[in-house]
């Protein structure tokens, strides 16, 4: 039995210090530390550093050159143990939207990992399906020639594996497969590249949406006389919003905003894709070339194509630019995106009987250690 003294410890509702956190496999008690005798513990000193629970990435297509795209096993593991770094412990591979059999075959690939008995990295909880029942006119870097007509069918095929999926709920089809997969299975049905009306998207929530995909980038905006898809997220509390905060996609102004019409529906991701973790250069996304250059990712066309955030970044960016105490910006990358794909009771907050997936941190929120199920699985150089 392991245990984690000497540390500023993220819960899900306050920081607490002179506490321990005891673990196995899962989380033991968590317990004022003159309570209990160190020596009965292999005791890890957090050095007054944060203790915070392992980041939950619900949407990443690449990291250190490789895509969940490609369809390669060895590319999954390289991602899994590479986001380690940081602070992720779970995470949603997310395809693109490229042709049906490759998706298909990068679907086969996350099954491959997911199901196997051993140890390859951050914790898989299922695809995230960005595309391809998506609008052409707000596809972003997404390939035009394979957006397909919404089809519930395809996504009952896979909903052993699907966690999420993206559709625009006003094109042809949409609503029929947003009821469908709303009626029959779990899977989180998330609105983005989207051309949609304000009345359309309100229609596409009481069907059965629940999430909006990286909220603002690739759908309609807000306006005072059109309020659009970020206008319907934005007022519908049982929908739950992505945000890409790289402080590129949105401006930081309005992270302070999003976080107190949000609250705990408000999900950071990275939506990094293969060049995330990699020098500036040259890459691709979904077939497509792309241009790093420090924090963005550009089409030759000046469309841009994801991102290269890491997950402790963005909580770093949010807690520099809003109001939000280090708990509550640590909240929307792990338990808020855990909560949205219905996993809280297993992830997401340092609690007794949930996994012991606990990140030691410093003060810019660098990851220094991660431990993923109770064994430790990173320590920063
Ligand atoms: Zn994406």
């Excluded at 807000?222 to 905060?245: F, M, Q, T, W």
């Excluded at 509550?328 to 997401?348: Q, T, Y």
């Amino acid at each position: 039995m392991k245990c984690i003294v000497n540390g500023k410890v993220l819960l899900k509702d306050k920081m607490a210090e002179g506490v321990a956190i005891v673990f196995d496999e899962k989380i033991e008690k968590i317990i004022p530390t003159d309570e209990i005798n160190l020596s009965d513990y292999e005791v890890i000193d957090a050095q007054g550093k944060f203790v915070s629970p392992g980041l939950v990435d619900m949407h990443i297509h690449g990291y250190l050159g490789a895509d969940v795209s490609d369809g390669d096993v060895e590319g999954l593991k390289l991602m899994a143990k590479g986001i380690l770094e940081n602070g992720v412990t779970s995470w949603c591979p997310t395809t693109m939207t490229v042709s049906k059999a490759e998706i298909e075959t990068a679907f086969d690939c996350v099954r491959t990992l997911k199901n196997c008995d051993g140890y390859y990295g951050a914790r898989i909880l299922g695809v995230n399906s960005e595309g391809p029942f998506i609008n052409p006119a707000k596809k972003g870097a997404q390939a035009e020639e394979h957006i397909l007509k919404p089809d519930a069918d395809f996504v009952k095929k896979h909903a052993d594996i699907i966690k999420l999926f993206t559709v625009a709920p006003e094109v042809d089809g949409a609503t029929e497969c947003i009821k469908q997969v709303k009626a029959d299975t779990d899977v989180l049905i998330s609105m983005g590249h989207t051309n949609a009306t304000f009345e359309d998207a309100v229609t596409g929530v009481e069907n059965g949406v629940r999430h909006a995909t990286h909220l603002f980038n690739a759908m309609t905006a807000l306006s005072h006389r059109s309020p659009g898809v970020v206008g319907a997220a934005l007022s519908n509390d049982k929908v739950s919003c992505e945000l890409i905060a790289d402080t590129f996609h949105v401006d930081k102004g309005l992270f302070g905003l999003l976080a107190k019409i949000k609250g705990d529906k408000l999900c950071l991701i990275t939506d990094c894709i293969r060049a995330g973790g990699m020098p500036d250069g040259d890459y691709t996304l979904g077939g497509q070339p792309v241009h790093k250059e420090g924090i963005k990712c550009l089409m030759p066309d000046g469309t841009i194509a994801g991102s290269v955030l890491k997950l402790n970044e963005a909580v770093y960016n949010l807690y520099t630019n809003s109001e939000l105490e280090l708990y509550e910006a640590v909240k929307c990358a792990s338990l808020n995106p855990a909560a949205a794909m219905g996993a809280d009771d297993e992830i997401g907050s340092l609690e007794e009987g949930k996994n012991a997936d606990i990140i030691i941190a410093d003060d810019k929120f660098n990851v220094v250690m991660t431990i993923l199920d109770g064994e430790i699985v990173y320590r920063g150089k």
